[in-house]
């Protein structure tokens, strides 16, 4: 049972590259979630999607995209990387109703 | 003023020991609370999941909400080495889309 998935675990990248971060998850979660957590910090939300093909903007979203075209997939891309994107990233989903979140375990994310 | 307040510790104490953790909140909103333990370099782990005001017991963790304080609180009984984590508390106005607000996380160890 995989659960949520996210690739890479580490990533170094230079100012103003791009990228994509992969989330997956196998549990047919209809919600699922971006999370930024600088040091020392809580958890911000970024982007979440309450199902395929529709997301919404989070705390914090300035300088990210989201798409959702499956329930089980839901990158994050990061189009000029800045070095306040430097973080541990994390994804998260969710089933209907009252449930909680599972989330996995992150992407460490340095732009140089 | 943060939406979600949360000592960050950190906090040592001996094994065996009763441990007290607590959140303050701003937001009358709310009404779900999670406490949820992150392992170093792991994803947030959810531990207790409470709606509305009242006490919720798993095992050797007991959750508190008062919501006319706007305080939650998380025990732990009987502490051992392998509760050494931080422990992030989270909240949300909503069980559906349930946009988390997290507090700063409290560094806890347990000293054999």
């Known amino acids: 049972n995989a659960g949520v998935t996210q690739t890479p675990k580490f990533r170094i990248l230079k100012i103003g590259q791009s990228m994509t971060l992969q989330c997956t998850q196998d549990?047919?979660?209809?919600?699922m979630y971006w999370y930024r957590q600088d040091p020392g910090m809580g958890l911000k939300l970024i982007y979440y999607?309450?199902?395929?093909?529709?997301?919404d903007k989070g705390e914090v979203p300035n300088g990210y995209n989201v798409s959702r075209s499956t329930t089980e997939d839901f990158p994050l891309r990061l189009e000029l990387a800045a070095p306040s994107q430097t973080s541990v990233y994390f994804c998260?989903?969710?089933?209907?109703?009252?449930?909680?979140?599972?989330f996995g375990d992150g992407t460490r994310l340095s732009i140089l | 003023q943060k939406e979600v307040e949360q000592d960050p510790g950190p906090l040592s104490v001996p094994e065996g020991a009763i441990v007290s953790l607590n959140c303050t909140y701003s937001?009358?909103?709310?009404?779900?609370f999670m406490w949820y333990r992150q392992y170093s370099r792991k994803g947030p782990e959810l531990l207790m999941y409470?709606?509305?005001?009242g006490n919720k017991e798993d095992g050797r963790f007991t959750a508190q909400v008062d919501k006319s304080s706007k305080y939650i609180s998380l025990f732990i009984r009987d502490s051992q080495p392998s509760d050494s984590a931080t422990y992030l508390c989270?909240?949300?106005?909503?069980?559906?889309?349930?946009?988390?607000?997290f507090g700063q996380g409290t560094r806890l160890t347990i000293n054999p």
């Open positions: 998260a989903s969710k089933n209907q109703g009252n449930q909680p979140q599972h």
């Open positions: 549990m047919n979660h209809n919600y």
């Open positions: 999607s309450v199902g395929a093909g529709i997301t």
């Open positions: 937001n009358s909103a709310f009404q779900y």
């Open positions: 409470t709606y509305s005001s």
């Open positions: 989270a909240m949300s106005a909503e069980g559906g889309a349930q946009k988390l607000v």
